[in-house]
C-alpha cells in the first residue's frame, strides 16, 4: 500500500510540541513507533528505518487554536487490512480515546488525537481496481465503518508500527480553498483528485490523495503566529525530474500561504 510509485509523496511530518516526553510515549505506544533518534529536543520516530514523525521541544510554544491553519490530520498508512485491524484491537485494549471511523471509500481509517489536539489517522487502501471516478474526479465518501469486521481481519496482535508503514497523506486547514489550490496543485504540481464542500485533495501519480486542504474549522484564517504548537514542517518527496523542476522554479525557504515550512527531498531508492 506504499505510495511510492508517485512522483510525489509525502516524507516525515514535523510537529513542534510542548511536552516532548508526554506526546513521544503516545506515539510509542499508542501507534507502535519506534525511536529512531533523541537527543531530548528533537524525537525522531518511524518504523523499520525510515522515520515518519519528527517532534521538535518548544516548552514556550503558544498552543495552537483548533481554528487556525495548519494541521487537520497526520493519516498512517499500513501495508494491510489485517495491520489495521490488529491495530484497532489494541486500540481498544489500550482504551485509546478514538474519535471516529470511515469507509472513504478509496480507503478505511480511524482517528484519534494526540495529548496536544494534533489529528491522527490510522488507514489502509481498498485496491486501486476498486476505486470509482465521475467526472474525472475520484469518488469518495464518509460512511460507517464496520468495526467487527475489520477487527476480524487480524491476524496477531499489534506489537509495533510495522515495516512499510508511511504517512500516505497529509490533510491541512488553510484559510481559503482556491488559495490553497493554487499554491499545492499550481505552485507544487499535485493534480486536484477530488473536492468535498469546503475542501480540496491532491495526489499524484493517481493516487486519492496525498495532501488534502479545509476550511471547515478554519475558514478565513491567516498566516500563522509562530512559535507555536503544532505542524513545524511538511516534507515532500519527489522523483529527480519533478524535484529538479520544483527547486527551479520555488524559493528555498518554501512555505505554503499561512507560512507552514515545505521541504523538498528527494526520494531514496
Known amino acids: 500500500m506504499s505510495t511510492a510509485s508517485a512522483p510525489l509523496e509525502i516524507g516525515r511530518v514535523a510537529l513542534t510540541v510542548n511536552d516532548i516526553g508526554r506526546v513521544g510515549s503516545f506515539y510509542k505506544q499508542a501507534l507502535g513507533l519506534a525511536e529512531l533518534s533523541n537527543d531530548g529536543e528533537t524525537l525522531r520516530l518511524g518504523a523499520g528505518n525510515t522515520t515518519l514523525l ?7 510554544a503558544r498552543r495552537r487554536s483548533p481554528k487556525e491553519a495548519g494541521l487537520f490530520h497526520t493519516a498512517f498508512l499500513l501495508p494491510s487490512r489485517a495491520d489495521l485491524g490488529a491495530w484497532l484491537l489494541h486500540a481498544s485494549d489500550s482504551q485509546l ?4 471511523a470511515s469507509d472513504h471509500l478509496v480507503s478505511e481509517a480511524i482517528y484519534l488525537s494526540d495529548p496536544e489536539g494534533n489529528g491522527i489517522e490510522i488507514y489502509i487502501d481498498r485496491p486501486r481496481s476498486a476505486w470509482k471516478t465521475q467526472d474525472g474526479q475520484i469518488q469518495m465518501a464518509t460512511n460507517g465503518l464496520d468495526l467487527n ?3 476480524a481481519s487480524a491476524k496477531a496482535p499489534f506489537t509495533q508500527a510495522p515495516a512499510g508503514t508511511v504517512i500516505g497523506h497529509v490533510h491541512l486547514q488553510a484559510g481559503s480553498v482556491p488559495e490553497a489550490e493554487a499554491f499545492y496543485s499550481g505552485e507544487l504540481g499535485f493534480a486536484i483528485t477530488t473536492h468535498y464542500p469546503g475542501a480540496a485533495f491532491y495526489g499524484s501519480g493517481g493516487y486519492h ?3 488534502a486542504t479545509n476550511t471547515w474549522n ?4 491567516g498566516p ?8 513545524a514542517d511538511l516534507e515532500i518527496l519527489a522523483d529527480s ?3 529538479a523542476a520544483l527547486r527551479a522554479k520555488l524559493p528555498t525557504a518554501l512555505t505554503d500561504p499561512w507560512g507552514t515550512p515545505i521541504t523538498l527531498s528527494p526520494k531514496v531508492a
Do not use: M, Q, V, Y
Not at 54 to 60: H, W
Not at 97 to 100: I, T, W, Y
Open 149 to 151: 469486521n475489520l477487527a
Open 209 to 211: 490523495h496525498h495532501l
Open 97 to 100: 480515546p478514538l474519535e471516529g
Open 224 to 231: 500563522r503566529n509562530f512559535p507555536s504548537t503544532g505542524l
Open 218 to 221: 478554519s475558514r478565513g484564517a
Open 54 to 60: 519528527e517532534l521538535r521541544s518548544d516548552k514556550a
Open 241 to 243: 525530474a519533478p524535484l
